[in-house]
């Protein structure tokens, strides 16, 4: 069974980029039948996907975001990131990254880490 | 592209069926049959209820049940338990290799 953890900042300042982890344990992130993905949710509000990437190093960003979204992969150490650029308030959210088959089936979930934007 | 949109809330007594309604257009819900249900409780990550419209993943009770009709899809939760208490989230495949979520149902079991 997959297990996904959430690593990064707690604190990230307005104008700065959000950075993140998540490392998965429990299979391979190269394997062919997942894709990884973020999703995030503000603090009293809904769910939000910001994007996902295929092992092959294949992306897919949520239109409104992408200009500011990069997912990346990293094979050697089973994690797969996420950056986001020009952070403000409305960046506060609980950071989810899961794991999806077809792209759209979130079925494993990390625990979720909340980032602040804050000065 | 805008979110899904669901009721803000729902409730039923324990033992009756609850059923929560997640509209979108031709372009997501009514496009393809790539809906997905989400249960999320307090301070927790969500979970996969439902998928492909219908379809329960392993382990989640026969309970739940989905389904869809024209742009509007719903998830059933038939005997009410008091840990089925939780917010529910559905989400679409929205064409594009897109994906967007609905606004939330929070389900009360009176």
């Known amino acids: 069974q997959l297990q996904l953890q959430e690593s990064g900042p707690g604190l990230v300042k307005p104008s700065e980029t959000l950075s993140l982890t998540c490392t998965v344990s429990?299979?391979?992130?190269?394997?062919?039948?997942?894709?990884w993905g973020w999703i995030r949710q503000p603090p009293g509000k809904g769910l939000e996907w910001i994007g996902s990437i295929y092992y092959s190093g294949s992306t897919y960003y949520n239109p409104s975001l992408k200009s500011r979204v990069t997912i990346s992969v990293d094979t050697s150490k089973n994690q797969f990131s996420l950056k986001l650029s020009s952070v403000t308030a409305a960046d506060t959210a609980v950071y989810y990254c899961?794991?999806?088959?077809?792209?759209?089936?979130?079925?494993?979930w990390g625990q979720g880490t909340l980032v602040t934007v804050s000065s | 592209q805008s979110a899904l949109t669901q009721p803000p809330s729902a409730s039923g007594s324990p033992g009756q069926s609850v059923t929560i309604s997640c509209t979108g257009t031709s372009s997501d819900v009514g496009g393809y049959n790539y809906v997905s249900w989400y249960q999320q409780h307090p301070g927790k990550a969500p979970k996969l209820m439902i998928y492909?419209?219908?379809k329960r993943p392993s382990g989640v009770p026969d309970r739940f049940s989905g389904s869809k009709s024209g742009n509007t899809a719903s998830l059933t939760v038939s005997g009410l338990q008091a840990e089925d208490e939780a917010d529910y989230y559905c989400?679409?495949?929205?064409?594009?290799?897109?994906?967007?979520f609905g606004t939330g149902t929070k389900v009360t079991v009176l």
């Open positions: 492909e419209v219908s």
């Open positions: 989400s679409s495949y929205a064409g594009s290799n897109n994906l967007v």
């Open positions: 429990g299979g391979s992130i190269s394997s062919s039948s997942y894709y």
């Open positions: 899961a794991s999806s088959q077809q792209l759209v089936i979130f079925d494993y």
